[in-house]
């Protein structure tokens, strides 16, 4: 078999980080009116459209959640952002901002239903009717408490990835997924290359046996080093690693889990299997400033078959860099996933132009657009539509992979899933942003950061 760089594209350029959301551009403005002036007729019509308005909520207003609420807004039908909830004033604001300015009458967001701090998401879902939305975006330490609340208040729900940070986290995800089903409630995940045309017809033909029976995949995300913002003096412990919250395990569970998702969720699409098994390893080499990323992971999972997914991630300067997945056929093989918007496949093991078998003919697709249209669409027409389980499985994956780059050890799925490590069991507890940080720096100003053969995952 091929060394695996040989599937690469001569011509591929390593992708890095921009800094920018990777949401699309807002739509233009639709405005719903009605007037009280208006004689009984029109007054029954107006009705008629307030009861055809999907009222949204958006809890966590970064950009991942300001772009969610933009695709929201964006879909067929009338719908309305009425509430806003987060842990900063100054990013509600923006957002609200932002989005108003794109969206007119479609965001009615007054200052009676903008809330802050950590109970605003409730507050939030409270200003919602039953079968209305909310969209969740937060760090996804905070998912599953807010997955909850909103299936107990009758809400169809988009979650952002990622779902949870840990295997108790996973649970709760997991059952809350199941009382939203018997509830007929809509849950729609944040693994957006899913609803991706171009990759769904690849890897349709992968499954219809395309490049033969597949034999390995393995999954990158190879770029610069994740940003940092140094704590400023007057801002708390908490408020700190809440707006870094990508390079705290507590609040994202590792760049493996974090950044890595969709291309262990596409590889494991394509296998149509979840591992059973994974070992690996990682460390911090030359990442200096104060958090908890490891700056490299290198982890190799087991499919029940046994063959093989290997994952590398790593966020370091000046080093090689390639975002996407590679597989490897019996007869060909493939260069698609998160990362390469142009999937392909091969009749060989190395990605020549002249041994293409396979490119996306068809029309131009905006897989962020896709999910949240595909949601909505299901909900105005009341048909089933949860993707909780999946979304969870796949995020059970990149903590697995966690759990074995950061012991060393080999780790079942199994064990994975009935682990009981809370990585912050005092999240649900948060206040107030002096609150206590479930880690707190020592007096170095150092974290704690997992060391292989020594750190405890189980």
């Not at 597989?327 to 390469?340: D, K, T, W």
Request: one cysteine or more; hydrophobic letters at 40%.
């Amino acid at each position: 078999m091929a060394h695996p760089h040989s599937a690469f594209p001569t011509n591929h350029k390593p992708i890095g980080i921009s800094g920018k959301s990777t949401r699309r551009h807002f739509l233009q403005t639709c405005a719903v009116a009605g007037s009280a002036l208006a004689g009984a007729a029109i007054a029954r019509m107006a009705h008629a459209a307030e009861d055809n308005t999907i009222q949204v909520a958006l809890v966590g207003c970064g950009g991942r959640g300001t772009g969610a609420a933009a695709n929201a807004l964006s879909t067929p039908g009338p719908t309305r952002l009425v509430a806003m909830a987060d842990v900063f004033a100054n990013r509600l604001e923006g957002s609200l901002a932002q989005l108003s300015k794109q969206f007119g009458e479609k965001v009615q967001v007054p200052p009676d239903c903008q809330f802050v701090g950590f109970d605003a998401y409730r507050k939030a879902m409270d200003v919602l009717r039953p079968g209305d939305v909310v969209l969740l975006a937060t760090p996804p330490a905070f998912r599953p408490l807010h997955l909850e609340y909103a299936v107990s208040r009758g809400l169809n729900v988009f979650m952002e990835k990622s779902f949870a940070v840990d295997a108790p986290g996973v649970r709760r995800v997991l059952k809350a997924g199941k009382e939203a089903e018997a509830k007929n409630l809509k849950i729609a995940g944040g693994l957006m290359s899913r609803h991706y045309l171009p990759l769904e017809q690849a890897i349709d033909r992968i499954h219809n046996g395309a490049i033969g029976k597949v034999i390995t995949c393995w999954a990158y995300r190879m770029h610069g080093p994740v940003g940092f913002a140094p704590k400023s003096p007057d801002m708390s412990e908490l408020a700190h690693q809440i707006r870094n919250y990508s390079c705290f395990t507590w609040l994202n569970g590792s760049f493996m889990l974090d950044w890595l998702i969709h291309n262990l969720d596409v590889c494991c699409w394509v296998k149509n299997a979840w591992p059973a098994a994974a070992q690996g390893q990682g460390g911090r080499q030359v990442r200096d400033v104060p958090d908890q990323l490891f700056d490299h992971y290198a982890v190799e999972f087991i499919f029940p078959d046994g063959t093989k997914l290997f994952a590398q991630g790593r966020h370091q300067a000046n080093t090689w860099g390639f975002f996407g997945c590679v597989i490897h056929g019996s007869s060909g093989s493939a260069v698609l996933g998160e990362g390469i918007p142009e999937p392909r496949l091969y009749r060989e093991h190395q990605a020549r132009p002249e041994a293409l078998l396979w490119e996306y003919q068809g029309p131009p697709c905006n897989q962020y657009q896709r999910e949240m249209d595909l949601l909505f669409e299901a909900i105005r027409q009341d048909r089933p539509y949860n993707e909780t389980e999946r979304c969870a499985y796949a995020c059970l994956v990149g903590i697995l992979g966690r759990m074995a780059a950061e012991s060393g050890k080999m780790i079942t799925w199994e064990e994975a899933m009935a682990s009981e490590l809370q990585l912050a069991p005092n999240v649900d507890n948060l206040s107030s942003l002096d609150d206590p940080a479930p880690v707190m720096p020592d007096a170095n100003g150092n974290y704690p950061v997992a060391k292989p053969g020594m750190t405890q995952v189980l």
